[in-house]
């Protein structure tokens, strides 16, 4: 278990904009910073990140909180997973405390998926440098390639040995289990022996956005037509290849800072572009590309190069997989390399300063790029023409823009000869048959015969004690360590028993007047969450004067955590979409606090009074008897109640 001096350590160290600015392309606005939210599809920044709170805020999913709070949200992370990372990101030395037998029992099964995949990324590099079979084979074969010994360390290379099952026998020996090696897929279990999955191959591991091995590729160096030349971790619990895109990791600060990512084929592909000095290129590793890949692409940017290499055959094929980044709205340009060429080959080749120019210079945009290809291929024949040009079109349905899409169908009119009318047509066409065919996969599953019934709109109730409840929240966190000036009433009564109120003015601290005026009431929170909060912040103010952040996130958890960053960030909302360049101006709660404490606590007042009158004339109603004192008691609250009212009508 670990410390709580290191947990105390890493949160005073850890600053949020450096953590997430790792996985969130991230630009300065203000005092903060915002992005495109990582947990949404989304085209217009939502996220902010508050580097003097130390909070973050994402307004499209309603998710917020600390740097611990994002990592085990964005990267799924426990705890104390999210708590080793950063030690390991800031060189905290972690301090363990003794683990029970239970505690060591608690170390879920994706965890010791991880720490294997670690250990066999350790042995294989371990192998490739310090084996004279390592040395031989798989160091060679690096070096031909032309990679020198910094990139082979930088992508962290290996090589399996060729004994059927040396590595699985070593990862026994030292403690791991038999399930784990079969479920990462590193160890093929049969009956009576084990085999090594990658025995005899160069090793490339693959990692998360976060820097975690999740699986490995392997490369044949033989010439045995059986065996794959290729071979890729299985999915599992912590692979997904959909999902994972080769040199993410390495690459991700380079695609943030250049806005714009190129993406290649192949493994090698990504390490010769990346020595030769084009550091922000990626690898689908030779799947076709998904979604989740493009999407953990525009988390960093909305700019995507796809590199091909110079042979046109697979060409078309590939193109047609380039609709989906089309799809999610991002900027798509293709840059094809000389015959014969691919990114590797012309990297190894090209200088640094000629490859970026080079890829500056040929990078095209997709759509018209398609068409051009498309139309020489169909050069002279009518019928493969007019195919070309539905193609073309299908393509361009798939932009979410409209404007891009008018401004595309103009271009390609001119390119293809054809007139404009005839492609909004053939555009209107695709876009209602994507329309029933979507219909249809919503209503396949339901009751062809159903009856169906006109849709009545749902009355949601507003629970009024939770959102003033809140609110003393908000006013407690956002001001209460000010100093306002209070308009206190003091109520007596007449022989008459008529209610006197005087009015005088008392100067003292926000989280006073709330706290004493509760007091006064005999009120208590009755969200849970909300009262622990409560007390946690008068007691912060009675003891500090003011609330210090740092001291009070920590101990909060994660649902807590969500909740102050919501409050924190939530006056900060307009900055995002700079609303005073546009002449709107955001009335700022600060001159008014006075008067926003007086009312909340009058309205819970106004509140707990109808509660209780409700009360009493329930009690009346379901005796038979005639209790004159609780029909009296019914008449001096209603008497507060106006008094209450009337008292608000004035601060209002």
């Not at 590309?289 to 700019?303: A, D, F, G, K, Y």
């Not at 409050?567 to 955001?586: A, P, S, T, Y």
């Amino acid at each position: 278990m670990i410390s709580k001096t290191t947990i105390d350590q890493v949160y005073e160290t850890s600053r949020v904009e450096e953590v997430i600015g790792d996985f969130v392309g991230l630009k300065k606005s203000g005092s903060n910073f915002k992005g495109l939210s990582p947990f949404t599809q989304e085209r217009s920044p939502s996220f902010m990140v508050s580097p003097v709170k130390q909070i973050w805020k994402d307004f499209s999913s309603g998710k917020g909180g600390n740097v611990v709070a994002f990592l085990m949200e964005h990267e799924h992370f426990s705890y104390p997973e999210a708590i080793r990372y950063l030690a390991k990101k800031y060189n905290i030395e972690i301090e363990e405390t003794e683990q029970t037998d239970a505690e060591k029992e608690k170390l879920n099964e994706r965890e010791s998926m991880f720490l294997i995949a670690e250990h066999a990324k350790n042995y294989f590099k371990d192998t490739l440098w310090k084996l004279s079979e390592g040395k031989a084979i798989g160091l060679t074969y690096f070096k031909e390639r032309g990679f020198t010994d910094e990139t082979i360390k930088k992508f962290d290379l290996g090589y399996s040995p060729q004994e059927k099952d040396i590595f699985s026998k070593t990862a026994l020996k030292n403690g791991f289990l038999i399930e784990y090696l079969e479920k990462t897929g590193l160890t093929i279990v049969k009956e009576n022996f084990h085999i090594d999955r990658f025995r005899g191959r160069v090793i490339f591991p693959i990692k998360s956005l976060s820097g975690r091995v999740v699986g490995f590729g392997g490369r044949i160096l033989g010439e045995n037509k059986k065996t794959a030349k290729y071979l890729n971790s299985p999915e599992s619990e912590i692979y997904h290849k959909s999902k994972v895109l080769y040199g993410i990791y390495e690459a991700k600060q380079s695609i943030a800072k250049e806005d714009v990512c190129y993406l290649v084929e192949g493994y090698t592909d990504v390490i010769q572009m990346v020595q030769s000095g084009v550091t922000n290129v990626v690898s689908s590793s030779g799947t076709a590309l998904s979604e989740p890949q493009v999407r953990l692409i525009q988390r960093l940017t909305q700019n995507i190069v796809v590199l091909f290499d110079g042979d046109a055959a697979g060409l078309r094929a590939a193109l047609r997989g380039i609709d989906i980044i089309l799809t999610q709205g991002m900027n798509v340009k293709v840059c094809t390399f000389p015959e014969g060429e691919d990114p590797d080959s012309f990297a190894k080749k090209t200088s640094q300063e000629n490859i970026k120019s080079f890829l500056i210079e040929n990078a095209k945009d997709f759509i018209q790029f398609k068409a051009s290809l498309l139309l020489d291929e169909a050069a002279g024949d009518p019928v493969k023409k007019a195919a070309t040009i539905r193609d073309i079109v299908e393509s361009i349905s798939k932009i979410p823009d409209p404007i891009q899409q008018e401004v595309y169908i103009q271009s390609c009119a001119l390119q293809m000869e054809i007139s404009e009318d005839v492609l909004f047509s053939a555009l209107a066409q695709a876009k209602t048959k994507k329309s029933q065919t979507n219909q249809k996969k919503s209503t396949s599953k339901e009751d062809p015969f159903r009856i169906l019934k006109s849709e009545v709109p749902k009355v949601t109730s507003v629970n009024h004690t939770y959102e003033l409840e809140l609110q003393i929240i908000k006013i407690l966190m956002l001001y209460g360590d000010r100093e306002e000036v209070f308009k206190e009433s003091i109520l007596s009564f007449t022989e008459e028993e008529d209610i006197l109120e005087e009015v005088k003015e008392v100067k003292a601290k926000v989280f006073e007047k709330i706290f004493l005026d509760l007091q006064q009431d005999e009120v208590e929170l009755a969200n849970p969450d909300f009262k622990n909060l409560f007390y946690l912040l008068i007691q912060h103010f009675q003891v500090e004067g003011f609330l210090a952040l740092e001291k009070i996130v920590p101990t909060l958890s994660g649902e807590m955590s969500s909740l102050v960053s919501n409050i924190l960030m939530g006056e900060e909302q307009h900055h995002l979409h700079d609303w005073e360049k546009k002449n709107i101006f955001v009335k700022s709660r600060d001159s008014q606090v006075s008067q926003l404490v007086i009312e909340t606590i009058l309205t819970l007042r106004k509140l707990l009074i109808d509660k209780k009158i409700e009360e009493l004339q329930k009690k009346v109603k379901d005796t038979s008897e005639h209790h004159a004192d609780i029909l009296e008691d019914v008449m001096s609250y209603y008497q507060l109640k106006k008094l209450v009212s009337n008292k608000l009508n004035r601060v209002v």
